[in-house]
């Protein structure tokens, strides 16, 4: 096999004429030279030097190898700079999953950022709910993916991935505006024991974390409603067709169509970025950066 290296010392023996000429536009010794040149000659079969007492002479077999190797050797150099590019997070593409209200609040301005700083690099985003997500991540079909879990229904993620902790938010009770406790501020969830209840789906974390605080409370929640979408959530509230817990984030305060209160024993949902261990480029490490910074600024205007 070519080794580059012998190419690109062939290219200035054949330019200078000399081993010690090229020795010394190289940096390398005659000796070194000579070696390397030896070496071609042995891994191509032919004689690529005539050698003198004080000089040596290309064969026509040097000339042509050392043209097409000029070819080679800029393409070589072009395939070195973009490799670098890449492991330096200036080209390449970010495949980035997020669960639908993180894409809207907490994703658009950090990816604002990073497609500024980075250009070049394609961004691809995926939605999702962390365990849909999840195993698109570890296989490697995905780069970085942001997350939730809720305090009352715990889970670990797998040990491969790293964790990076992005916000963290209240759980709020929506209510219709003319609910009888409208305008609390905090409302003990055992005094909704008898009201009609809209959830996301059955079986999600979401659906989990009423359940577990309704219990809590004394009582299990009667669900008449349930989607993940947290606008048709607050929709159907504002309607009067019930009460619902929903995170900061999926929470539309400039609606205005219904009112808001905390359950007394607080309820709080963490949202996180997940990478693999061994997939942290410069352009996930960039671009989870670039989230980070963002999601504070998030926080007030939750």
């Not at 999601?295 to 939750?302: F, L």
């Amino acid at each position: 096999m070519l080794n580059p290296l012998h190419l690109r010392t062939l290219v200035e023996v054949v330019r200078t004429g000399s081993f010690a000429e090229a020795a010394r536009r190289l940096g390398y010794t005659p000796s070194a030279v000579s070696q390397q040149v030896a070496g071609l000659e042995r891994a191509v079969a032919l004689v690529l030097f005539e050698r003198e007492a004080h000089s040596v002479r290309a064969t026509p077999a040097a000339e042509l190898l050392a043209q097409r190797s000029q070819e080679v050797l800029a393409s070589f150099g072009a395939l070195e700079y973009e490799v670098e590019a890449i492991a330096a997070g200036r080209v390449g593409r970010l495949r980035l999953g997020s669960f639908p209200t993180a894409s809207a609040r907490v994703l658009p301005r950090g990816l604002a950022e990073f497609v500024r700083r980075h250009p070049a690099v394609e961004v691809r985003l995926d939605e999702g709910e962390p365990d849909e997500l999840l195993p698109v991540l570890l296989s490697g079909d995905l780069d970085l993916a942001l997350v939730y879990r809720y305090d009352l229904v715990p889970r670990r993620w797998p040990a491969r991935l790293v964790e990076t902790e992005l916000l963290h938010e209240r759980v709020l009770l929506l209510l219709p505006p003319a609910h009888p406790l409208a305008g609390r501020g905090e409302v003990e969830l055992a005094e909704l024991a008898g009201e009609t209840w809209i959830a996301s789906r059955e079986g999600s974390a979401g659906a989990t974390c009423l359940v577990r605080a309704c219990s809590a409370a004394g009582f299990t929640p009667r669900v008449a409603f349930r989607s993940n979408d947290y606008d048709v959530v607050q929709g159907l509230v504002a309607a009067g067709l019930g009460i619902a817990l929903v995170p900061e984030l999926g929470h539309d305060a400039s609606a205005g169509d219904v009112e808001v209160a905390t359950p007394t024993a607080a309820l709080y949902r963490h949202v996180s970025a997940l990478h693999r261990e061994a997939g942290a480029t410069s352009a996930v490490l960039a671009a989870l950066h670039a989230i980070q910074q963002a999601a504070p600024d998030i926080w007030p205007d939750i």
